[in-house]
């Protein structure tokens, strides 16, 4: 990279490439979408027979090869639109520092560096100093073009840059500012150059028609390099370090070719950028899922095959619809995994609430198929009440997967993310005052009490339900920031969680068994809070003194008794622990439509409950 390959070079001519390329991938969406909406669905109604199934695998093929030329068309444009943007800010420095030059006389040579004419007049001998040459970045060279960097010039005085009293002619040190920058503008144009250039080269597609897990593998390499090539470029233009209203407001301010530009290229993060439209998430995110399951396939490691089973359960229900329809809010592979899944538009719902789910929790196949279920069943009943309303499931941080689940130190790291998400959603939402619910199952309900805690409480939070809750870090309900008359608890009689001992009791009751734990103070028996109304993470939510309404729960199955040795397999069962959200039979339909009243916004259809 010299500096006339750099000044000659335009921008603009990278930005109408990436419009043609992503003028190619809208053309191939609206290809697919022809396909898969209009043709093959039309041949499934009239056609039947070999004949009509063969040409029907050839049109999802046919498909498949268009959606692959939208995602890597759109990644392109992303390259070349970010590196046009990129490069102009040194291409500007550098304009300017040869303009600055012309003006002065100065010569800029093919190298950068600027040779500047005689300047100044020595009092010893009434002539000018001799001008010379500046290298950028390098110091000085005097007239005779040897380096001066470690001796006295021509005229006895140290050279070196940026100093009017070691380099008497005063053009000197102009030149070298300007020679500086050149070399810092051509630097970081080479350093560009060479990025995006690199990503270029590996956007690639295979050889043949076919594609496949391994081709959508590929397609997953490909996002990660154009995302890693354009970090600066991403950090410049999507505002991750801004509150979701203000990123609300950067997506509004796009034009509708950037915003298919970012979803395209970069699918990991507006898919997961909260204040960004819940229909736009889940565009991205269904794309992200499939490089996702794409990167995971054939991961010999019992992790990556979990999570590699929930992004399959999490795909298939997507694939398959639902009614209320289900959305894709966030999907990640970071830590034990990420998943955010939606049922009914929280953009559009008067009503809408937020699900942390608690201990055992982690993206594989029982979520997808069981934790997941509850949002859908909590959007179900709330709809019957009022039908503009969203319940969502939110695996938004690392839930305990055991010991951790005696400290607050999962649920405390992950407030600040759910107030983040929630956040968004009261800047999404088309409502001006949504009519929002913050729901906390188990070790989830410490979660959603540290997040009452964080500066501002809960964004937008209206109601808070707790369910099957071992405590949540306050001792009454109204430092939760909604009132007390909106903080609704649900306590099954034979769930244990709720009866835990404090810590102190399970310390000086235990004796050491099981570490001292709450679950070892448990089954030795008649320990638990005796009345001070302490459980493991404060005050007993269910309690009078808490202060919270206590609504109806069926008591769900009984305990067995303990007989030594088998007291382990007898006594531990958490089923009772587990119904709250699922009006099935031989569970909990009570809980379930209490829950679904709250969050439709109807309190005056709670059953309650005497508090403990």
Known sequence: MDHKTLSGLKPSDYAAAADGYRAVSDMASKVKERIDIQIIKAMQKANEGEAADAAQTQLRKLSRNFHYTEVECGLISGVLNAFSAEITVPRKNLIEALEEAADLGFTVLPNGNVTYPAGGKSEMTGEKYPGGTAVGNNGFLSPSGNPALSGPDANGLRAGPNSELRLPNPQAVKAQDIADRIAHALREAGDIDREYSEALKKLKAAPGLEVNTKTWADVEYDVDTVSSAANDYI???????????????????????????????????????????????????????????????????EVSKEKLEGLKGIQAKLNSGSQPPMFLLGVGLEGNGRAIVAFGNPDTSKNVSAYVPGLGTKLDGEFANGTVKRAFDTAKGAQQIDPSSSAIVWLGYDAPQAIDVMTAGDAERGAPAYNSFLGGISATNDHADPHVTAIGHSYGSRLVGAATQEPGGIP?????????????????????????????????????????????????????????????????????????????????????????????????????????????????????????????????????????????????????????
């Open 235 to 301: 950090e410049n233009v999507i505002p991750l370090d801004k509150s979701p209203a203000d990123r609300k407001d950067w997506w509004d301010g796009l034009s509708s070719e950037e915003r298919a530009e970012y979803r395209i290229a970069f699918p990991e993060i507006i898919g997961n950028l909260d204040g960004v439209p819940s229909a736009v998430r889940d565009d991205a995110n269904r794309e992200n899922i499939r490089l996702l399951i794409a990167q995971l396939e054939g991961q010999p490691d």
């Open 460 to 612: 937008g939070a209206d109601d808070i339900v707790l369910v099957g809750s071992p405590g949540v870090g306050v001792d009454k309900a109204e430092d939760l920031g909604v009132g007390k008359e909106h903080v609704w608890v649900g306590a099954a009689e034979n769930d244990i969680v709720t009866k835990l001992p404090s810590k102190n009791e399970a310390t000086a009751g235990t004796m050491g068994f099981l570490g001292g734990g709450p679950l070892g103070a448990y089954l030795l028996g008649d320990i638990a809070d005796q009345g001070d109304d302490d459980i493991w993470f404060g005050k007993d939510p269910a309690s009078e003194a808490f202060g919270a309404n206590r609504f109806q729960t069926l008591p769900g199955p009984e305990l067995a008794q303990p007989e030594a040795p088998d007291v382990l397999k007898s006594k531990i069962t958490l089923e009772a622990h587990s119904n709250y959200f699922t009006p099935e039979e031989g569970k909990d339909r009570v809980s379930a439509g209490n829950i679904a009243a709250i969050v439709a916004g109807q309190p005056g259809y709670v059953t309650r409950e005497v508090p403990r």
